[in-house]
């Protein structure tokens, strides 16, 4: 075997080869010999070959495959192919070609950093992919008939080299040796690979605040092909290529020749903690005020919105997931909602949470669609080839996604989000392409109330331009109000002057790089289960809470009565108990986590669930929309029209309906208002004007 390569890549082939047969790890096992027999017992014909364990054998080997990686793939090849005819000598026949692998290299090079010095060189460049086009067939070995003497010969005719960019047909016969003729393509004898072209964007954490993101092409073939999908996170080993723009231009592109892709499977494993860190971490664990210092930290230099702080807090630690025997997922991240008058610094907590969460998206309502948000399947204009493009959603996999000015969005990009945020999954069914991406994050949104100012006077769902739909999915909801109060506006006047004239005093209590680390600690290694104390406090919360509007509806004896909690607000319950509980990086929820949980909630529910009709809690109008006054003015109102309907047999007039209205002592103004939400809700149609038929 070794007479067949000459020159620099015989020593290549040599030092390979013995690194196959001689590397041992820790327990003694000659580690690739073991990986060559499950390769051949798997019919694969791609070894994985660790960096680091080459590196340690022999650096300068190492370094050839970063200088010269296309000459070592290539003796790495034959070496393989030599060590699996020993082990196989039948695999090989039916085989034919076997590939190195190489992952893990000691340097990942940013997309943005990738300049012409590294053409023909190894590099490892880590992502996300945000665009796929479809797999295709590449013509790699062409066999080519001959019409003068009709032998068919394979092209090119040296074994180590294949087709490139172009198919140049040959000019002379190497069967016959004459020119003339002409030189016919044999499609079905020709050798072809799987080839697949993804576009690899660089991590919105590694992009430098105000700058675009930068992408880069990667080509992928054979098995490296629909290994990994938009959205997912990526670690590519390749060699950096050259393509021209257009046959005459002096202007070429950089690509990138995928050797190996890793796709990133755990929630943040990109980010790495060293066991100083990790001692960091459990030293501030130990701190009994470590939540309240954790919240401090956040967005210090604005005054006050502890209650808000801490949600923010929570959503950045999470709940944990489960996914049940039969494949159905409970999501474990947290949605969170701030709406508020104007000047209440919104956008700036948004902002201090996208630079503390370890991942994180950033978006404006106003300026995000419904393809931005999820995923938009495009047309390439060089192929005409449908292909799919990752969202802020997709983008945000495994962190949070920030949705500023959420109340700006228009209603049918707004639709998009429902399922991502319940379901934590996009589904595309667009130009022939049917696909189903994670979007496993938290929503943190922020938006401004419909009249510019809330008024207190209104219900919550009169105040905000968002639908039920989007409401009901979120489990924290604040209602911000600037109130003026003389003491509370001294404080935040002098703290405001403190922050702007010495800029050093408003330092947080952890310093935001290790709050970082020690938010992504928790994610990766805490799942605190909760104790029977807790559920026990969690459980009669629920029912005390449901009970409270049973014994309301019987003493009043009407059909409809006040929802206080419904089964979301109880996930929520858990999920913001197991997120407390990882703030202090416990492996058991407590009676404490719960309390406090339940704290947050009743404050939600004050805030937003609370009817300033009836006096009571009612949650109900976020998931309807309406309130329970409205609900049952609705109710009043669809048996008025019926009776119209059955007794003179048309529709009923709007004066005819406020006659009956007035009989039953119901103010002119909510029954219209009732009136309007029943047409917008499907439940009558006017047939002719101001005059109503149910449905």
Known sequence: MSEEIAGETLDYYERFLDFIRNYRDESGRIKYIDRIRRMILFERSSLIVEYPDLYRYDPDLAQSIIDEPDKFLRSASKAIEEVVAQENPEYVKRKKRFIPRVVNLYETVKVREIKSEY??????????????????????????????????????????????????????????????????????????????????????????????????????????????????????????????????????????????????????EEVSITREDEEKIKELARDPWIREKIIASIAPSIYGHWDLKEAIALLLFGGIPKVKPDGTRIRGDIHVLFIGDPGMAKSQLLQAASRIAPRAVFTSGKGSTAAGLTAAVLRDSKTGEYYLEAGALVLADGGIAIIDEIDKMRNEDRVAIHEAMEQQVISISKAGIVARLNARASVLAAGNPKFGLYDPTKPFVDNVNLPPTILSRFDLIFVLRDVPEKRRDMEMARYIIETHTDVEKVKPEIDPQLLRKYIMYARRYVRPRINEEARNLIVEFFTHMRASALSKLRNEGSGLMPIPITARQLEALIRLTEAH???????????????????????????????????????????????????????????????????????????????????????????????????????????????????
């Open 119 to 268: 053409i023909g060189k190894m590099i490892q460049i880590e992502g996300i992919i945000t665009r796929m086009l479809p797999v295709k067939s590449k013509l790699v070995k062409a066999v080519f008939r001959h019409s003068k003497c009709g032998a068919e010969f394979l092209w090119p005719e040296s074994e180590d080299e294949v087709i490139g960019e172009r198919l140049e047909k040959p000019t002379i016969c190497p069967v016959c040796g004459e020119s003339g003729g002409t030189f016919t393509l044999v499609k079905e004898k020709s050798v072809y690979i799987d080839y697949q072209r993804v576009m690899i964007q660089e991590r919105p954490e590694d992009v430098p605040g105000g700058q675009m993101p930068r992408s880069i092409e990667v080509e992928l073939t054979e098995d490296l092909v629909d290994t990994a999908r938009p959205g997912d996170r990526v670690s590519v080993v390749g060699i950096v290529r050259l393509q021209q723009t257009s046959s005459r231009s002096p202007l070429f592109d950089l690509y990138v020749e995928a050797n190996s892709i890793r796709v990133s499977e755990k929630e943040l």
């Open 581 to 695: 509980a990882r703030m202090a990086l416990k492996d058991e929820a407590t009676e404490e986590d719960a309390a406090e949980a339940i704290r947050l909630t009743i404050s939600f529910l004050r805030s937003v669930g609370f009817d300033v009709e009836t006096g009571t809690f009612d949650i109900g109008a976020i998931m309807t929309g309406a309130t329970l006054g409205t609900r049952r003015i609705m109710s009043v109102l669809l048996e008025i029209i019926k009776s119209i309907e059955s007794s003179k047999g048309r529709c009923a007039t709007l004066k005819e309906i406020m006659d009956e209205v007035k009989k039953k002592n119901i103010p002119q103004d909510k029954a219209r208002e009732a009136l309007n939400k029943m047409h917008q809700n499907g439940l009558i149609y006017e047939s002719r004007t101001d005059c109503f038929r149910s449905t």
